[in-house]
Every structure is written in C-alpha cells, then in structure tokens.
C-alpha cells in the first residue's frame, strides 16, 4: 500500500538526508517519531508526492510516484494521498463544504454532497457545513482537515504533528478520530510526530 526503499534528500546539496525503509500496508497505523528537525515532515512530504527524493522510490497502490509526470501525480495524489498538515491551508474565502469540494474537484472526481455532509456529520460537523474555515475553532479546523483528508477515500493518510500543540484530552480526541475515520475507508495511516503520548495508542513505530 505504502512503500518505500533507500530514500535520500538533500536541501543544500551537502548535508544528506537518508530515511529508513517504510512498509505500509492496507488497514495498518504506523507512527513515525522523531525529535525536531530531524526530517519528519520532509519525508511526510516526499511520501505524499509533494517533492521528489533525489534517490529512493516511492510506491503507493502498486504505483511508482517518480514515474509520473506532475499533472499525472497531482491527480494521483489527490485520489490516493490524505494529508493533515500541521496547518489547516483551507481556501478562507469558501465555506466548508466548499473547501471538500475543491479536494474532490482536483482529483478529477464528480463532487459528492451528500458524501461531504456525512463525513462532516460523523465529524460533529454538520453544522458547520455553510461556516467559513476561519471562522472555526482549532478543534474545528483539525476535523475539518481530516475530512478533507478522508473525502476521496485515499489508500494513505500522512498526518504531519497533529496532536502536539493539544492538551491531553484532545489528544486522545484527536487521534482516535483518525484511527476511527482511517479504518472506515480501510486506508493506510502514517502519522509523522515528536509526541511520545502517541506511542500508547500506535503500536507500529519508526523511529528517526
């Protein structure tokens, strides 16, 4: 579902960074720890096809991410690839249901209202569905991303740090949603994080 092999990047061009084979498979949760500036939200990126590696593959659903041209791999990962990044980047000026909409549009996919009001509603969200993104709380915006993450029932969800600035109780809140919402469309959850809280609830782990 997930794969990777011999993964190398370099910003300068001098100081190499080399990350650690990952096998995903269909259904599994995995948590990727490390300390800041270690490079996990670098190889989060790589992983979602948002940079390429300069050595290394990376396979999603039996696909090669570096043997598609751009256009292929933007329309890829929007049908295959959830991404919870560390923020929210909603489109500000459209509502919520809007913003879902716009993730199903740039897949190439048909717009599914009634899949985003269910989603929203599993979410305790239904309400929102009219509401500009920057009118949410935290806690809303955080939901609102899963579900966009969600939308297109992807193979992978890659979460970028989305538990470190909570408290406790919303941490538990937070990540058993995601456990929750990525066993629903059976995807492959990689959740990129320092918080050692997590290691409770994750039971495979990569550590940088």
Not at 30 to 58: F, N, R, V
Not at 116 to 127: D, F, P, Q, T, V
Request: hydrophobic share 40%; proline share 2%; charged share 20%.
């Amino acid at each position: 579902m997930l794969s990777s092999k011999n993964i190398q990047f370099s910003y300068d061009g001098k100081q190499q960074l080399a990350f650690p084979d990952i096998e995903c498979q269909k259904g599994e949760q995995w948590l990727l720890l490390g300390e800041s500036g270690c490079g996990k939200t670098t190889l989060l990126h790589l992983l979602g096809g948002l940079m390429p590696p300069q050595k290394g593959e990376i396979i999603i659903n039996d696909q090669s991410l570096g043997k598609l041209s751009q256009i292929a791999l933007d329309q890829f990962r929007g049908k295959n690839i959830g991404i919870i990044f560390q923020k929210s980047h909603f489109v500000s000026a459209i509502s919520v249901e809007e913003n879902l909409a716009l993730a199903q549009n740039l897949a190439g996919l048909s717009v599914d209202k009634e899949r985003i009001k269910s989603i929203l509603e599993r979410l305790n969200l239904g309400h929102k569905l009219q509401s500009s993104t920057k009118n949410l709380s935290q806690g809303e915006q955080q939901r609102v991303a899963i579900a966009r993450a969600i939308i297109n029932k992807p193979a992978v969800i890659l979460a970028d740090e989305p538990t470190s600035a909570l408290d406790d109780t919303n941490c538990d809140e937070v990540i058993n949603l995601l456990e929750e919402t990525a066993q629903e469309v059976n995807a492959a959850l990689l959740i990129v994080t320092h918080d050692n809280r997590l290691k409770e609830h994750i039971k495979n782990q990569i550590s940088l």
